[in-house]
Every structure is written in structure tokens, then in C-alpha cells.
């Protein structure tokens, strides 16, 4: 079975530029949750999507948006990059957006701001 | 506001050690989870405790909830090279939904 799919794997942009990344969850799996992980640092949490539905945003700028379509899948879309967002951008998918059930991640994108 | 503090940063130890990470907060989780992530991959899901005081085992990783429900230990015996990764800590945030809030974490090396 397909774990969750993140693309892409690696990418590098300039500073102002926009970006567009991607997370396909588990098969049956409604909710995506983003997350942002800075260089030594935990993952901190940007958005929650259920049933295409946004349930939670965490503290970040406008810069930050994102959606879920009717597949269940989600992009993750980020303008004017600054250098601090170069981070490792991790998506997790769970059957329902409830804290109890487990979130499976992503591998993630490495996204490299120059 | 809801923070998870782990400690130590980092543990550099050699193969047949044990040892111990914790994870602390001044506030109250309803559960915590404890993840091992290893480089280039996403976190992977270790273990959740959700009672006060509860203990689980996971063959060589035991983990406990501490009674007020604000702080947790893992404790590895027996440390192998396979068991060499960032060790965190991650409780849900306040408002429901499958929202985490994440340590820091502890950055284990095991050294044959």
C-alpha cells in the first residue's frame, strides 16, 4: 500500500518567488495536516484540512495557504519566500482530522530559499 | 501557551547503554506521542500514552506518562546502532483536531 507522497522530493527558489508543494494522503485517509520543520528544530504546525474543509491554522503568516481537493489530496502554497523558510515541509494524513487517531507523514519536501 | 521542552539535545553513546530522554511542559496534555524521525524521512509514530502514571513497553523502548500528564520519558535499553535518530515528543494543541505540537527533540547517536 502507498504511504503518503509528497512532491516534490527537493526543490530550491529565490527569494520572493512563489512555491507549490504537494501531498497525496493514504488511500481512505480524509484529513491532511502540514507541517514546517526549520534545521534542528520539531516540526510546527501550519494547517489542518478535513473533508476539504480547513480546521485549524497555526501561527503563520498570510504568505502561507493551502487547500484539499475533492481526492482528498493537498497543496501547500507559499509566496514572497523569505530565506527562514527554507525548511523541510512535512505532509500527514489520517483517516479523520481527530487527535487520536494516528498521523502517518510524509517524507517531506526540502525546500532551500536563495 | 502549550510548549514541550526535551532534554538532552543530544546523546552520543556506545552500543549496549542505556538511556533516558524526557519531555516536559507546565501544561496538562490529554496524550503525548513519541516519534523517531530519521534523516531525509518523515517522523514515524513510536507509541502513544494516554493515562496518568501509564507505563508501555515496545521491546527495548519503555516509555511512561508522568502522573499529572505533563511530562513523559522514554528509556531504551540495551542502545544498537538501528536505534540512532531524533526522538520527539509531540502532544495535541488545545482546540481538537489532529493538530501537534512537537519538542525540539533529542538527537541519538549510538555508536557501534
Known amino acids: 500500500d502507498a504511504g503518503v507522497t509528497q512532491s516534490p522530493t527537493h526543490l530550491i527558489k529565490t527569494r520572493g518567488q512563489h512555491v507549490t508543494l504537494r501531498c497525496s494522503p493514504i488511500s481512505g485517509h480524509k484529513s491532511v495536516s502540514w507541517y514546517q520543520q526549520v534545521l534542528g528544530q520539531g516540526p510546527q504546525f501550519i494547517f489542518q484540512?478535513?473533508?476539504?474543509?480547513?480546521?485549524g491554522r497555526g501561527n503563520f503568516p498570510d504568505r502561507f495557504s493551502a487547500r484539499q481537493f475533492p481526492n482528498y489530496s493537498s497543496e501547500l502554497n507559499v509566496n514572497a519566500l523569505l530565506l527562514g523558510d527554507s525548511a523541510l515541509y512535512l505532509c500527514a494524513s489520517s483517516l479523520t482530522g481527530d487527535v487520536s487517531i494516528e498521523a502517518f507523514f510524509g517524507q517531506g519536501t526540502r525546500l532551500t530559499v536563495v | 501557551t502549550q510548549l514541550l521542552e526535551q532534554s538532552p539535545q543530544f546523546l552520543s553513546i556506545q552500543e549496549g547503554e542505556n538511556l533516558t530522554v524526557y519531555c516536559n511542559s507546565s501544561s496538562v496534555f490529554s496524550s503525548l506521542q513519541w516519534y523517531r524521525q530519521e534523516p531525509g524521512e518523515g517522523p514515524v509514530l513510536l507509541v502513544t500514552v494516554v493515562t496518568g502514571g501509564e507505563v508501555k513497553k515496545l521491546k527495548r523502548l519503555t516509555f511512561q506518562f508522568g502522573d499529572a500528564r505533563k511530562d513523559s520519558s522514554l528509556h531504551i535499553t540495551a542502545a544498537q546502532p538501528g536505534d540512532t535518530g531524533l526522538y520527539l515528543c509531540a502532544g495535541p494543541l488545545s482546540g481538537g483536531y489532529n493538530k501537534l505540537i512537537f519538542g525540539a527533540g533529542t538527537r541519538l547517536a549510538v555508536h557501534p
Open positions: 484540512y478535513y473533508e476539504k474543509e480547513e480546521r
